[in-house]
């Protein structure tokens, strides 16, 4: 069984920053890829940044690129998101996700965190 526990949300002001982890448990090794996902109220679930867990590869959203930096550590098999120039646009739940594939779609996540709150305010 495979848990993902997200920390690290919270508030900030824009142009502040947040420092995002993803702690994963159980059968990490079996991981191709982990993504961070965030959710904004009445929106629906968006991608916004992925690592490939051998390479170190990383992936970004449009709306994040240059601002946001993924990482991984696999001693500890955590993930973090690395958010500088936020923006309030970036406020939304963050879920932590885990793929055993090279994939990005929501849909084609295998595990998920159960999400941190990230509110930027103006």
């Known amino acids: 069984q495979v848990h993902l526990v997200e920390s690290g949300g919270g508030l900030a002001q824009a142009g502040g920053s947040l420092r995002l982890s993803c702690a994963a448990s159980g059968r990490a090794y079996s991981f191709y890829r982990m993504a961070w996902f965030r959710q904004a109220p009445g929106k629906e679930r968006e991608f916004a940044a992925a690592?490939?867990?051998?390479?170190?590869?990383?992936y970004y959203a449009d709306s994040v690129k240059g601002r946001f930096a993924i990482s991984r550590d696999r001693v500890k098999n955590t993930v973090s998101l690395q958010m500088d120039s936020l923006k309030p646009e970036d406020t939304a739940v963050y879920y932590c996700?885990?793929?055993?594939?090279?994939?990005?779609?929501?849909?084609?996540?295998?595990?998920w965190g159960q999400g941190t709150q990230v509110t930027v305010s103006s």
């Open positions: 690592i490939n867990w051998s390479s170190g590869i990383g």
């Open positions: 996700a885990a793929a055993s594939g090279p994939r990005f779609r929501t849909d084609d996540m295998d595990y």
